[in-house]
């Protein structure tokens, strides 16, 4: 099984594709951690994208998909943000996978 | 025409499933073309290889087996209601670390946009369930 | 752009009532399973308009004769099912 | 993904929220058909108008709460929210007791949207 290790802490589960296996085990150093296997270094402009995908998915138990994704940066973040190339630039490869993983949300179902 | 057949009900605990499977049957004698078959919802324990059925009652999941392989059919499972109602091909038991697996060999997994997508390629689409 | 209803369930579910709200002039109704159960029923509505079946094989296996089917309610077979979603731009199940 | 023949996908929901899965199954299929950027009706029917009422605490029986998603689906660009004017009106709920804005409709409204729908699912 995959996993995490922290410091002073039982290990991280995660599944194969690298998402948490409990929700509840995230915390801001382990989404470092996540973003270090990718690797990716997160400055504050992936913190205030993965700060709105947390408020959404608390707010309304989803993990979007690309498509609302996209829109759900818009809405909150602006529409200069609220864009594919942004996004891509941010989390290169799947912005809306890679960006859910490292929230510590589910994987997006139906997700291109 | 080109057909796609949603099931949502599982064997034996309804007619349903066994409607589809009839439904499919004479729509392939007829000379119609089945885009796919969806197994959606409860519908995924029509693909459960482990299922016994009594010597003298119909087996069902033999038959939907039968009809896919001899018309090679596309028949998809659902992944997400399948791994909840423990429907696992090899590779999702390899990464939920399972000890078994036991989708039937003629059916795939995968999601709902499987369905969508037939949806949108298909003349008609024909549900069975409750 | 007429549809056909499949309707699954007995009087004692709403599948029925539910599917006479839902009904345009030129839809056909078709009862499978128990919704062979309706016939009775549903013959005392007739509705403007709209044809109705049941599934031959549903009703003989529920010792309903399919001769003596109530209004102008037919017996079709699963042939005519498939000829029936065939004939219909869109097919709606009612359960 | 964005196919040029979008499809107006009709979906009634008319199951309880929780007492099964079928509400829930319904709306993750209305979710896949949004990424395919399909023309989406999303009706609630019968007793799935319940699925809409405000004030839902699933976590006491450790169910996710459905009612919440519906807020989101904007998002998603399914805008287009019915509820059954009669099923609303037998259960003695009211408009302003749904967690969204759904339009009322009569039955021969539902019987319209059906009839300009390529597809029809109903759970």
């Known amino acids: 099984m995959k996993s995490l290790k922290l410091p002073q802490r039982p290990p991280i589960a995660l599944d194969k594709d690298g998402y948490l296996r409990n929700m509840s085990d995230w915390s801001p150093e382990v989404a470092e951690l996540l973003a270090a296997e990718i690797p990716l270094n997160l400055s504050a402009a992936h913190w205030e994208v993965i700060d709105v995908l947390r408020a959404f998915y608390q707010a309304h138990g989803l993990s979007p998909a690309t498509r609302p994704f996209v829109k759900l940066v818009a809405r909150d973040l602006g529409a200069e943000k609220g864009r594919s190339i942004y996004l891509m630039k941010l989390f290169p490869g799947n912005p809306a996978l890679i960006a859910s993983k490292l929230a510590g949300l589910p994987r997006p179902s139906n997700c291109f | 025409m080109k057909l796609t057949v949603l099931v949502h009900a599982a064997p034996y605990s309804s007619q349903a499933a066994y409607s589809a499977y009839r439904f499919s049957a004479s729509a392939l004698a007829a000379g119609h073309e089945i885009y796919r078959l969806f197994f959606y919802y409860d519908g995924v324990h029509n693909s459960n290889s482990l299922s016994i059925q009594a010597q003298d009652e119909f087996d069902l999941i033999a038959a939907w087996r039968t009809l896919i392989d001899t018309h090679q059919l596309d028949a998809i499972s659902c992944v997400s209601s399948a791994l909840k109602r423990g429907i696992l091909d090899a590779q999702e038991a390899a990464r939920y670390e399972k000890s078994a697996s036991n989708l039937a060999e003629e059916f795939t997994l995968s999601g709902l946009g499987q369905l969508v997508e037939a949806s949108m390629m298909s003349d008609r689409v024909v549900s069975f369930g409750g | ?95 | 993904m964005s196919i040029d023949n979008a499809k107006t996908i009709t979906f009634i929901s008319r199951s309880t929220p929780y007492g099964h899965g079928r509400a829930k199954a319904c709306l993750d299929m209305v979710l896949s058909a949004a990424v395919f950027e399909q023309k989406i009706n999303f009706i609630f029917m019968d007793d799935g108008v319940w699925q809409l009422k405000k004030g839902q605490t699933p976590s006491n029986i450790d169910a996710k709460d459905l009612s919440a998603a519906f807020a989101a689906l904007p998002l998603y660009e399914v805008n287009d929210l019915y509820v059954e004017a009669s099923a609303i009106e037998e259960r003695g709920l009211s408009l302003d007791e749904l967690v969204v804005p759904a339009q009322a409709i009569e039955s021969a409204k539902i019987a319209e949207l059906i009839s300009l729908s390529d597809v029809v699912f109903t759970l």
Request: proline content about 2%.
């Open chain 3, 1 to 95: 752009m007429s549809s056909l209803h499949t309707i699954n369930k007995s009087t004692a579910h709403c599948a029925m009532t539910s599917c006479m709200k839902a009904l345009q002039s030129g839809d056909s109704i078709l009862l499978i399973e128990d919704g062979v159960y309706a016939s009775a029923q549903l013959s005392q509505y007739n509705i403007e308009g709209v044809s109705i079946y049941a599934l031959r094989e549903d009703l003989l296996a529920r010792g309903l004769p399919t001769t003596q089917l109530p209004g102008a309610i037919q017996a079709v077979s699963y042939c005519d099912f498939v000829d029936l979603v065939c004939r219909h731009q869109r097919c709606v199940s009612w359960t």
